[in-house]
C-alpha cells in the first residue's frame, strides 16, 4: 500500500468515526467519550500526513510512532462506548477492526523503517 492510499484510508477512517459520532445520545459520558475519539481518529491521517512530510527518516519513525498511539486510542475509545452502552457493538466493530489494522500496518512500516535506518548506518 502506498503513501497515497495510505492517506486517503487514515482521512476515510477519520471521516466514518466524525459520522460515527454524530449519532451518539447526547449526555456528558457521551459528550466526553465522544470528543476523546473525536481527536484520536481524525489525528491518524494528520499525523500520518506530517510523517509523510517528514525531514529525516528518524522524524519519520517517530511520527509513525504517534500514528500508531492515536490509531490504538481510537479503538480504545470506541470500545468505551460499547462497553458504557452509548454505542452497539455492531456500529463500532467496523472501525475498531480499521483502527486496529492500521495499527497494524503503522507498525509494519515503522518496524520496516527502523530496519532499513539500521542497514544505512552499518554502511
Same mark, same amino acid.
Given at each position: 500500500m502506498d503513501q497515497t492510499e495510505l492517506k486517503t484510508r487514515t482521512?476515510?477512517?477519520? =471521516?466514518?468515526?466524525?459520522e460515527l459520532v454524530e449519532q451518539l445520545p447526547k449526555g456528558e459520558t457521551s459528550y466526553v467519550l465522544r470528543r476523546q475519539l473525536l481527536r484520536s481518529a481524525t489525528s491518524v491521517g494528520a499525523n500520518y500526513r506530517s510523517?509523510?512530510?517528514?525531514?529525516s527518516r528518524a522524524e519519520?519513525?517517530?511520527? =509513525?510512532?504517534?500514528?500508531?498511539?492515536e490509531a490504538d486510542e481510537s479503538a480504545y475509545?470506541?470500545?468505551? =462506548?460499547?462497553?458504557?452502552?452509548?454505542?452497539?457493538?455492531?456500529q463500532a466493530e467496523g472501525l475498531i477492526d480499521e483502527a486496529n489494522? =492500521?495499527?497494524?500496518?503503522?507498525?509494519?512500516s515503522s518496524k520496516t523503517a527502523r530496519s532499513n535506518s539500521k542497514k544505512r548506518q552499518a554502511s
Open positions: 482521512k476515510r477512517f477519520g =471521516l466514518n468515526v466524525i510523517a509523510c512530510r517528514g525531514r519519520f519513525i517517530a511520527k =509513525l510512532g504517534v500514528v500508531i498511539e475509545w470506541l470500545e468505551m =462506548l460499547v462497553d458504557a452502552g452509548k454505542l452497539q457493538q455492531e489494522q =492500521l495499527v497494524a500496518i503503522f507498525t509494519a
